[in-house]
């Protein structure tokens, strides 16, 4: 069993139906992700890489369509699941963190019953044993005091915590594929590091698969094994995470380059040529 | 000796009964870049508020260009001083076309030949002419950075303030807007006072920075300190270590960047 990859993409296709005919945002993609292996996508707004997290969960909506040749997860051919069947997945199996903890949290519930509310879903559990494994993911996510945590209202709590709170909601019903969606990219410096350590942390040495999608070249780099380059619904790369700055294509190339450095005596940063298009 | 462009002295900010900034007291020399680095709720977008008077409950000095600012709002103030903000999403009017939001701090002011100096200014921020009569939601993340720039340039100002102007940004669109800012300090003689929490950005835009850290600052120093990290605050070390530090550190060429920069 070990020997099947987590996850198996092959020919993912996403479409949105225009005026002008369909627009496909991600064409055709392939991808496989090991147990315990960190995938990174970096790309920058608009290169189809939130759409391929999107798509491994089944969640694009209509009008938007999504075609795959290939869409196995541990062995369970996605695209074959009904509704039904995806929900029972969605969370319990494959989880997502998404971008912003002020958006994602519902506003008037406490977050101990947020938390508590992804694991009844898929798990009946007596109340005593819900309220500790709680406690004991929100210990897991380094929040200091649980228990009044737990009785506070998202409002009350900084973006750092709400972010730790977001993956407690995710890391609770076990996954065994987490999908981080610009998980930091709300986040200040300080901050951002502590919450990928904790995501590191979480998925190394529990059989997790990881994919961080995420527009910061270098912070993916630190964080993932292997890294994959989106542009325009495709991939322009694929390498080793830590090849990245020998990474050959001139998009990838681009970004890098567009990127100050920390000891920066360029007098002017490289921009990407965006020939036919307006520009920026 | 001659004035600094910006001048603080013992600020202290408050949004009603909670102090936000306390003590702060720096100097920005004309024509120089001078970065405002921390995280949120540090109070570096405050201190850039009460400079502008968007938050008028501070005491202390603050003069601009050598006139001490008063509490008000003050009309020949917005002529030297100018603020871009952070998100240009928020930011600009959304039924109000490119070409009003341009032309509106000049009929505010009463200055004429309007439409000549809308399209001086298009052209300036390096947005194509058939910009001018569409409206913020037609354009991209960066083609709106590039009015709200244009916006605060207007009014011919000296001073400029600017709160995050790319953290909204992808990468290479950053960078686009980093070179513009570079381009037109260098072209119009402009100060910056800037706020942001990339520390490479820094590195590429700003001579000195000041770091804050819940409501004080901590540290002044050079930018040449972000090639060996040698800051002597501890919150200071913590940030830079949390940005991954200099990969590329390399005394040498420490040395011989030193030396080109002026």
């Known amino acids: ?171 609770i019903p076990r996954p065994q594929l987490l999908i981080a969606d610009e998980p930091t990219s709300a986040l200040d410096v300080s901050v951002q590091a502590q919450v990928l350590d904790l995501i590191q942390e979480l998925v190394t040495g529990n059989g997790m698969g990881l994919i961080l999608i995420s527009h910061d070249l270098n912070l993916v780099g630190r964080y993932c094994d292997r890294i994959m380059v989106m542009n325009g619904g495709e991939v322009v790369e694929t390498c080793a995470a830590q090849d990245l700055h020998k990474a050959t294509h001139p998009y990838t190339r681009g970004l890098l380059a567009a990127q100050p450095r920390m000891q920066e005596a360029r007098e002017e940063l490289p921009v990407l040529d965006r020939s036919g298009g307006a520009g920026t | 000796m001659t004035l600094p462009a910006i001048s603080l002295r013992d600020l202290d900010i408050s949004y009603g009964d909670t102090k936000v900034v306390r003590d702060v007291t720096f100097d920005v020399a004309p024509g120089e870049s001078f970065a405002l680095v921390g995280e949120s709720g540090s109070g570096k977008s405050t201190v850039l508020k009460a400079i502008s008077g968007l938050a008028p409950e501070w005491t202390g000095e603050i003069s601009v260009l050598g006139k ?125 006072l800037m706020v942001t929490h990339n520390l490479p950005v820094v590195s590429f835009m700003c001579e000195r920075m000041a770091v804050m850290n819940k409501g004080r600052i901590v540290e002044i120093a050079p930018k040449t300190a972000l090639y060996d990290g040698s800051f002597s605050d501890p919150y200071t070390l913590d940030l830079y270590a949390a940005s991954g530090g200099n990969p590329d550190a390399d005394p040498a060429v420490a040395a011989a960047s030193d030396t080109k920069d002026p």
């Open chain 1, 1 to 171: 069993m070990t020997e099947t990859p987590l996850l198996e993409v092959e020919d993912l296709r996403v479409s949105f139906a225009t005026p002008k005919g369909p627009v496909e945002v991600v064409k055709g993609l392939n991808l496989t992700l090991g147990r315990e292996e960190r995938l990174g996508i970096v790309g920058e707004s608009g290169s189809g890489k939130s759409m391929t997290g999107r798509s491994i969960l089944r969640l694009i909506r209509a009008p938007g369509k999504q075609t795959a040749k290939t869409l196995r997860f541990d062995g369970l051919d996605l695209m074959a699941q009904g509704t039904r069947q995806m929900r029972r997945i969605r969370g319990a199996r494959i989880s997502m963190i998404m971008q912003d903890p002020k958006f994602s949290l519902n506003p008037v519930m406490t977050i101990g019953h947020q938390i508590a509310e992804a694991l009844q879903v898929h798990e009946k559990l007596p109340r005593r044993d819900l309220q500790a494994r709680v406690i004991e993911m929100l210990n897991l996510v380094r929040i200091n005091d649980p228990e009044r945590v737990a009785k506070m209202y998202p409002h009350e709590v900084s973006g750092g915590m709400g972010q730790r709170v977001m993956i407690a909601m995710m890391l």
């Open chain 2, 68 to 192: 001490p600012r008063g509490h008000g709002t003050d009309r020949t103030f917005s002529t030297t001083c100018q603020m871009v903000f952070q998100d240009p999403y928020a930011s600009l009017h959304p039924r109000k076309t490119i070409d009003t939001v341009l032309s509106e701090p000049l009929a505010i002011h009463g200055i004429g030949q309007r439409s000549q100096k809308v399209v001086e200014m298009l052209g300036a921020v390096g947005l194509d002419q058939r910009f001018r009569f569409r409206f913020p939601h037609q354009l991209s993340g960066g083609q709106r950075q590039r009015v709200a720039i244009a916006r605060a340039l207007m009014l011919e100002p000296k001073v400029m303030l600017l709160d995050e102007p790319t953290s909204a940004l992808d990468v290479s669109v950053q960078a686009e807007i980093l070179n513009l800012l570079k381009r037109l300090r260098r072209e119009q003689g402009l100060t910056y």
